[in-house]
């Protein structure tokens, strides 16, 4: 047994495994003087004061001065892939357009390049450093998306890659196929045979578990709706949730799909109309704002504050990519989420947390710190919510936790606890 206790402020986001909508994201439980009991990886009490002492033989560790959340969910990256694209920073400075750079065989296409001639073993340590990375900063669980193989032989190593690493890492990895990320050169005049092909994956997907969602990329020049709908209606057919990336720079429609089709999320969202953004709301797709994308793109924030108004469900996530978000930090997308679309610290937590995890399909097993959930959690060196907010720029995790054991701990902390890994 393990408690965790004199929490000076322990935000739960408790009380419904739920995703929130609207005003409810602002609606957080957050205990002053907290403890967590946590038993066979899972938390069985949560409570305040020094009730705690009816437990006898268990492990204390003081959470004096600390902020324990539940364990962040980053539930939209691109983590499986190789290499880097430095050389296009340059060009991002000149003014060259994200999707110019794509057209010239740049972009997305030079990542696919790389992946392909990738190893395995390459892919896995490239992937697994970014995740110990992510678990520094507190992400317990990661989606990771294929799209960087554009061929069934790549798209299915990516794949495996990150199913390997749910295994082997202590951060929880779900995998989700993206095959329609680009369309490969080598089908430049054959659009229409690349959709099959990705119908010919899907079922493989599904038959051989290799991923849990399919998302598709519909963006001018990318893929129509036309395409994207072929694509995801196909995907529901045999049984997997969808997912979209829509409306990233112009506005194709694609929250407006994203509602029609009932996908479980829509990501990006930048350039979707207001009317789009209601009708979504209502539709209960769950929203995924990628602010790291749009501070890197120089792009507008999503504009999550009229989507919360609207009563939607409004997740976070980093976009974690080699191109339009190089970036593992999911507390720096936190900041700036919170700054550019006036988020409250509240507000945005529940954004990484339970709204995550239903933009995942596991709000019932994590997502917040209730009794009888897994106990993934985070204790930040910060004596509140908002001090992680205002002092940004920096790490302040202290540790983390996943199924109720130590998985990360701070160098400067170590031994503050008498723990080890
Ligand atoms: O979510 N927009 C499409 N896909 C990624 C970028 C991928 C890349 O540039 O390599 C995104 O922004
Ligand atoms: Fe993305």
Do not use: W
């Not at 290499?83 to 296009?88: A, F, L, Q």
């Not at 995740?131 to 960087?148: C, F, H, P, Q, R």
């Not at 290799?210 to 045999?238: H, M, N, P, Q, W």
């Not at 749009?294 to 108004?309: C, G, H, Q, T």
Request: charged fraction near 25%.
């Amino acid at each position: 047994m393990l408690i965790i206790h004199n929490i000076s402020s322990l935000v739960t986001v408790r009380a419904s495994s739920l995703p929130r909508f609207g005003q409810e994201m602002d609606n957080v439980e957050i205990i002053e003087d907290g403890y967590i009991v946590i038993e066979n990886g899972k938390f069985i009490e949560i409570g305040s004061g020094d009730d705690y002492l009816k437990y006898k033989d268990a492990k204390l560790v003081s959470g004096k001065g600390k902020t324990v959340t539940p364990g962040l969910i980053d539930c939209h990256t691109h983590l499986v892939h190789a290499g880097s694209r430095e050389n296009e920073f340059k060009l991002k400075l000149e003014g060259v357009d994200y999707l110019e750079i794509l057209k010239q065989g740049g972009g997305i296409l030079s990542t696919v390049e790389k992946t392909r001639l990738a190893s395995f073993e390459e892919l896995y340590n490239k992937a697994k450093k970014s995740l110990d990375i992510m678990l520094s900063y507190g992400t317990t669980t990661v989606e990771a998306k294929s799209g960087y193989g554009l061929d069934v032989e790549t798209e299915v190593k990516q794949m495996e890659v990150a199913n390997r690493l749910n295994i082997d890492h202590p951060v929880n990895v779900i995998s989700t196929f993206m095959g329609a990320h680009a369309l490969p050169n080598e089908y430049k005049d054959r659009r229409e045979e690349y959709i099959q092909l990705m119908k010919e994956l899907i079922t493989k997907v599904k038959y051989e578990d290799l991923a849990k969602f399919v998302d598709v990329f519909c963006e001018e020049g990318v893929f129509s709706i036309a395409e994207s709908r072929e694509i995801l209606e196909y995907a529901k057919t045999v049984g997997l949730d969808i997912k979209i990336h829509a409306d990233e720079i112009h506005d194709l429609g694609g929250a407006k799909l994203a509602s029609e089709l009932g996908c479980i999320s829509a990501e990006h969202l930048l350039a979707s109309n207001k009317e789009n953004l209601i009708e979504l709301a209502k539709s209960k797709v769950i929203a995924v704002m990628l602010p790291l994308t749009s501070f890197n793109l120089n792009k507008d924030f999503f504009k999550a504050r009229f989507f919360i108004e609207n009563n939607g469900a409004l997740a976070i996530a980093t976009d974690y990519n080699p191109g339009s978000s190089p970036s593992e930090n999911i507390q720096l997308a936190m900041q700036v989420a919170s700054i550019k679309a006036k988020l409250t610290p509240k507000e945005v937590i529940t954004a990484v947390t339970i709204n995550a995890a239903s933009a995942l399909g596991i709000n019932e097993e994590v997502g917040s710190i209730e009794e009888g959930k897994v106990a993934n959690f985070v204790i930040f060196d910060s004596p509140n919510l908002e001090y992680i907010f205002y002092h940004f720029g920096i790490n302040h995790v202290e540790s983390a936790y996943i199924n109720g054991k130590l998985a990360y701990i701070n160098k400067t902390s170590e031994g503050v606890h008498n723990e080890t890994l």
